[in-house]
């Protein structure tokens, strides 16, 4: 018998009685206790935090023995749908090695019971093990030892999935020395205990997700913290790094720093990928020594100046060498170095190598925010006959990804879904929450009939994948109607998109509305507004505006301003919107601007 999978169950049969032969003996299923214990011990471990992947697994096979079997089986499954390791426990230990060495014989049989979880996505209910023309399962000698000692008499073969994919396969086996047999009672708990197991293997791979997301923040936070730190030991070479506008020039500082204080001769060489180094920095208090010094090479020099005690350090942090500090005296000051001046040096390049580990953090730090920033929104726009749409991104100037993002989806039939939105939360965080919002809405586009029952399908899934966040959110269908458009908006937190007529009429459209995750049971209402030839519609959202409205004036004399100065297409509006946005001052978080102009008749 094969059952849908956990994710998918199908309506069972009555619990009474056994799976198998009603003619069994009346010794069948689990008992009431049984039950309650197998519950009990795997729900500690699915609701322990963190939540622990191999925990979950470890508490299935480990709780169902002995009270729901007589043995135990748990086989992971790779991503490409091949078995992988084996997990095994008996109520007798010492029989641990002939269920595995009976799994093996089993594994290489056509029909391999865990084979078809995997394929099917599917339970597998063995009724009876080894009757004569059933699974045919005792033929070979040495399978037929096997059997005879295992005595397996019913078994529950079931897929553990996580988002449509089969991840592990439990196997729960009765024996005859038991007397037990599988009931009703026993399929339907063991499928909805791996449907749980499913959902919290799924949170741990969110969890582990997130975690992930904040260690790479706080050892952002801790290297700049540790950075700073070193910087006091020497105030006034700190101060000129810290200061610095560029790598090149805190190097810079530095060597004249350097010069200046116990030093003839400064050299600083950055090492570029794997060609040769580059000279970023040469400070001499000769200045007839000043043109060799840009040009000789850190190994010629001592030769070439005329050094006469030298120092050579690598400018390194976090294991790798970024360049070398080369600080020397000529017979102009006659200076020789102690070891207290080859602490200082040290001191020194490693410093710099921090200042300059620092600036290549920024530039990845920066490519990072920018390919974030491009996952939000869509990689380009959609060609809607009938319609011109622009849009713009606007990113703060902190650099810190804040999430805003903006989607356009076909729902069929003519109908399309825009949405803009941001989340509460910044950086990694932020961007993950977003990713999450619009990942759903776009699983869920096709089930929706009206926005806000977009929205209340997304307020559910904020609140169960990510507790105590927030999203700002406008979502509006748009379809063909009477030779013009009919626009629904739905608000959650979100200032609502504005309506900008033909003939110059600007006005909000879309009801006030709770941020997605605040409320268990929000409630949120729906706007219509038709739309005619030549009106457009303007979602703005993040860039550091008001979510409570407070600039809702603001937007619409902004937005009043952009249609007077533009030539009235989509694209010159936000083109306009841009400028002002950034005249105001710098943005305090990213901005998304999406504007959606009818031009012709639309069917």
Same mark, same amino acid.
């Given at each position: 018998?094969?059952?849908?999978?956990?994710?998918?169950?199908?309506?069972?049969?009555?619990?009474?009685?056994?799976?198998?032969?009603?003619?069994?003996?009346?010794?069948?299923?689990?008992?009431?206790?049984?039950?309650?214990?197998?519950?009990?011990?795997?729900?500690?471990?699915?609701?322990?935090?963190?939540?622990?992947?191999?925990?979950?697994?470890?508490?299935?096979?480990?709780?169902?023995?002995?009270?729901?079997?007589?043995?135990?089986?748990?086989?992971?499954?790779?991503?490409?749908?091949?078995?992988?390791?084996?997990?095994?426990?008996?109520?007798?230990?010492?029989?641990?090695?002939?269920?595995?060495?009976?799994?093996?014989?089993?594994?290489?049989?056509?029909?391999?019971?865990?084979?078809?979880?995997?394929?099917?996505?599917?339970?597998?209910?063995?009724?009876?093990?080894?009757?004569?023309?059933?699974?045919?399962?005792?033929?070979?000698?040495?399978?037929?030892?096997?059997?005879?000692?295992?005595?397996?008499?019913?078994?529950?073969?079931?897929?553990?999935?996580?988002?449509?994919?089969?991840?592990?396969?439990?196997?729960?086996?009765?024996?005859?020395?038991?007397?037990?047999?599988?009931?009703?009672?026993?399929?339907?708990?063991?499928?909805?205990?791996?449907?749980?197991?499913?959902?919290?293997?799924?949170?741990?791979?969110?969890?582990?997700?997130?975690?992930?997301?904040?260690?790479?923040?706080?050892?952002?936070?801790?290297?700049?913290?540790?950075?700073?730190?070193?910087?006091?030991?020497?105030?006034?070479?700190?101060?000129?790094?810290?200061?610095?506008?560029?790598?090149?020039?805190?190097?810079?500082?530095?060597?004249?720093?350097?010069?200046?204080?116990?030093?003839?001769?400064?050299?600083?060489?950055?090492?570029?990928?794997?060609?040769?180094?580059?000279?970023?920095?040469?400070?001499?208090?000769?200045?007839?020594?000043?043109?060799?010094?840009?040009?000789?090479?850190?190994?010629?020099?001592?030769?070439?100046?005329?050094?006469?005690?030298?120092?050579?350090?690598?400018?390194?942090?976090?294991?790798?060498?970024?360049?070398?500090?080369?600080?020397?005296?000529?017979?102009?000051?006659?200076?020789?170095?102690?070891?207290?001046?080859?602490?200082?040096?040290?001191?020194?390049?490693?410093?710099?190598?921090?200042?300059?580990?620092?600036?290549?953090?920024?530039?990845?730090?920066?490519?990072?925010?920018?390919?974030?920033?491009?996952?939000?929104?869509?990689?380009?726009?959609?060609?809607?006959?009938?319609?011109?749409?622009?849009?713009?991104?606007?990113?703060?100037?902190?650099?810190?990804?804040?999430?805003?993002?903006?989607?356009?989806?076909?729902?069929?039939?003519?109908?399309?879904?825009?949405?803009?939105?941001?989340?509460?939360?910044?950086?990694?965080?932020?961007?993950?929450?977003?990713?999450?919002?619009?990942?759903?809405?776009?699983?869920?586009?096709?089930?929706?009939?009206?926005?806000?029952?977009?929205?209340?399908?997304?307020?559910?899934?904020?609140?169960?994948?990510?507790?105590?966040?927030? $999203?700002?959110?406008? $979502?509006?269908?748009?379809?063909?109607?009477?030779?013009?458009?009919?626009?629904?908006?739905?608000?959650?937190?979100?200032?609502?998109?504005?309506?900008?007529?033909?003939?110059?009429?600007?006005?909000?459209?879309?009801?006030?509305?709770?941020?997605?995750?605040?409320?268990?049971?929000?409630?949120?209402?729906?706007?219509?507004?038709?739309?005619?030839?030549?009106?457009?519609?303007?979602?703005?959202?993040?860039?550091?505006?008001?979510?409570?409205?407070?600039?809702?004036?603001?937007?619409?004399?902004?937005?009043?301003?952009?249609?007077?100065?533009?030539?009235?297409?989509?694209?010159?509006?936000?083109?306009?919107?841009?400028?002002?946005?950034?005249?105001?001052?710098?943005?305090?978080?990213?901005?998304?601007?999406?504007?959606?102009?009818?031009?012709?008749?639309?069917?």
């Amino acid at each position: 018998e094969r059952r849908p999978a956990a994710h998918a169950p199908a309506a069972a049969p009555p619990a009474a009685g056994p799976i198998g032969d009603p003619g069994d003996p009346p010794r069948n299923g689990s008992g009431v206790d049984a039950r309650l214990r197998f519950l009990a011990r795997t729900s500690v471990a699915f609701g322990q935090a963190p939540i622990d992947a191999g925990r979950v697994l470890d508490a299935l096979v480990s709780a169902a023995v002995p009270d729901l079997a007589d043995y135990a089986i748990l086989r992971r499954v790779a991503a490409d749908g091949t078995l992988g390791d084996l997990q095994v426990r008996h109520s007798i230990p010492a029989m641990a090695a002939a269920v595995e060495e009976f799994e093996a014989l089993e594994a290489a049989r056509p029909g391999y019971p865990v084979a078809e979880a995997v394929r099917t996505g599917a339970t597998q209910v063995i009724a009876q093990v080894g009757r004569e023309g059933g699974d045919g399962v005792a033929r070979e000698r040495v399978h037929q030892e096997l059997l005879a000692r295992l005595g397996p008499r019913s078994a529950l073969v079931v897929p553990i999935v996580v988002r449509g994919a089969v991840v592990a396969v439990l196997t729960l086996v009765t024996s005859v020395a038991s007397g037990r047999h599988y009931s009703r009672n026993d399929l339907e708990m063991v499928e909805d205990l791996t449907r749980r197991a499913g959902l919290a293997l799924d949170n741990a791979r969110l969890e582990g997700a997130e975690l992930a997301a904040r260690a790479v923040a706080e050892q952002a936070r801790k290297e700049a913290a540790e950075t700073r730190a070193a910087m006091d030991l020497i105030l006034d070479a700190g101060t000129l790094l810290w200061t610095s506008p560029g790598a090149d020039e805190g190097l810079g500082r530095l060597a004249r720093l350097a010069v200046g204080t116990f030093a003839d001769v400064c050299l600083v060489d950055v090492a570029e990928g794997g060609g040769p180094p580059r000279r970023v920095a040469a400070e001499v208090s000769d200045p007839d020594l000043l043109e060799q010094a840009e040009r000789v090479s850190a190994e010629d020099a001592a030769a070439r100046l005329g050094f006469i005690s030298a120092i050579r350090v690598p400018l390194a942090a976090r294991g790798g060498v970024l360049g070398t500090l080369t600080l020397a005296t000529t017979a102009l000051s006659g200076r020789h170095y102690t070891d207290a001046d080859w602490r200082l040096a040290e001191d020194l390049a490693r410093r710099a190598g921090h200042m300059l580990d620092r600036a290549h953090l920024a530039e990845e730090r920066q490519a990072m925010a920018t390919a974030l920033r491009q996952s939000l929104v869509p990689a380009e726009l959609p060609e809607i006959p009938g319609i011109e749409l622009a849009a713009r991104s606007m990113a703060a100037a902190d650099a810190e990804v804040s999430g805003a993002f903006a989607d356009i989806l076909s729902l069929g039939s003519g109908r399309w879904l825009v949405a803009s939105g941001c989340p509460s939360e910044k950086g990694p965080e932020g961007a993950w929450l977003a990713a999450t919002v619009r990942s759903t809405m776009r699983a869920h586009a096709l089930d929706q009939e009206l926005p806000s029952r977009m929205l209340a399908t997304l307020s559910a899934a904020v609140r169960r994948m990510a507790p105590g966040k927030r $999203c700002r959110l406008a $979502c509006a269908f748009i379809e063909p109607k009477d030779g013009g458009a009919a626009l629904t908006v739905s608000v959650a937190g979100h200032p609502p998109p504005l309506v900008v007529t033909a003939g110059g009429g600007i006005a909000p459209v879309g009801q006030p509305g709770d941020p997605l995750g605040t409320k268990p049971n929000p409630s949120y209402r729906d706007e219509s507004l038709p739309l005619r030839l030549g009106d457009a519609v303007v979602f703005m959202t993040g860039a550091g505006r008001d979510p409570e409205g407070a600039t809702a004036a603001e937007d619409r004399a902004m937005v009043a301003n952009a249609r007077i100065d533009s030539d009235g297409t989509a694209r010159s509006m936000v083109a306009m919107l841009a400028t002002s946005l950034e005249q105001a001052g710098p943005l305090t978080e990213d901005g998304e601007l999406l504007v959606l102009r009818l031009l012709a008749r639309w069917r």
